[in-house]
């Protein structure tokens, strides 16, 4: 209910009232749960993110290349923000640039993206082996550095919505490749998945 409403209207707009009226709750039931606005907002934020992070990091599809599957993944995302443009800004545009809270919950969506990302690449790799101390370790660096990328174009996508999303996240898959087939001593395997004939 709250995303929905987040995702109709600009947060300026919603009134904590309003929230109450349309959960069929009173409002001081609401301020029992919720402090303020901004703190409701922050709790459906959180849970957009746990919903999005479920839907992006489903098993690959059979056959499809590492390319393909970061390439989707970031698609996933810019179409979400598309579907609620609202909410989007206010996020990732308006308040959540600077409310400590949302910062908070944009930097656990992106440490549960990088765990999820090394453990695709160890999977990649196949070996059934822990990858060496510095190989890991440069590669979390690398998809460090690319989420913070990527979570900006998905940002800058929600400020300049005509963009072409699939022309983005394209450019968000080979950056992430690009970048991975770079850190010395990967796996054979692995760099192999991330060669350019492989996109």
Same mark, same amino acid.
């Given at each position: 209910?709250?995303?929905?409403?987040?995702?109709? +209207?600009?947060?300026?707009? #919603? +009134?904590?009232?309003?929230?109450?009226?349309?959960?069929?709750?009173? +409002?001081?039931?609401? @301020?029992?749960?919720?402090?303020?606005?901004?703190?409701?907002?922050?709790? #459906?934020?959180?849970?957009?993110?746990?919903? !999005?992070?479920? =839907?992006?990091?489903? /098993? /690959?599809?059979?056959?499809?290349? %590492?390319?393909?599957?970061?390439?989707?993944?970031?698609?996933? @995302?810019?179409? @979400?923000?598309?579907?609620?443009?609202?909410?989007?800004?206010?996020?990732?545009?308006?308040?959540?640039?600077?409310? /400590?809270?949302?910062?908070?919950?944009?930097?656990?969506?992106?440490?549960?993206?990088?765990?999820?990302?090394?453990?695709? $690449?160890?999977? #990649?790799?196949?070996?059934?082996?822990? %990858?060496? /101390?510095? #190989?890991? +370790?440069?590669?979390?660096?690398?998809?460090?550095?690319? !989420?913070? *990328? =990527?979570?900006?174009?998905?940002?800058?996508?929600?400020?300049?919505?005509?963009?072409? &999303?699939?022309?983005?996240?394209?450019?968000?898959?080979?950056? !992430? *490749?690009?970048? $991975?087939?770079?850190?010395?001593?990967?796996?054979?395997?692995?760099?192999?998945?991330? &060669?350019?004939?492989?996109?």
């Amino acid at each position: 209910m709250g995303a929905e409403i987040f995702g109709q +209207r600009p947060y300026d707009e #919603v +009134r904590i009232d309003e929230i109450a009226e349309r959960a069929g709750v009173s +409002r001081a039931l609401m @301020y029992h749960y919720f402090p303020d606005k901004r703190a409701f907002f922050a709790a #459906v934020v959180k849970g957009q993110a746990d919903r !999005l992070f479920e =839907t992006t990091n489903t /098993p /690959p599809t059979p056959g499809q290349n %590492l390319f393909g599957e970061v390439r989707d993944g970031v698609l996933a @995302y810019m179409q @979400y923000h598309q579907e609620h443009p609202h909410a989007a800004w206010a996020a990732y545009v308006g308040l959540g640039r600077s409310d /400590p809270v949302l910062l908070g919950i944009d930097d656990e969506a992106k440490d549960r993206q990088m765990e999820h990302i090394m453990s695709r $690449i160890v999977e #990649v790799d196949g070996s059934g082996s822990h %990858l060496a /101390p510095d #190989v890991e +370790r440069d590669l979390r660096i690398v998809v460090h550095g690319w !989420l913070a *990328l =990527t979570f900006e174009f998905c940002r800058q996508r929600i400020i300049h919505p005509e963009t072409d &999303a699939g022309h983005l996240s394209n450019s968000c898959a080979h950056s !992430l *490749l690009d970048a $991975i087939i770079r850190v010395n001593n990967i796996p054979e395997a692995l760099a192999k998945a991330v &060669a350019p004939d492989q996109r």
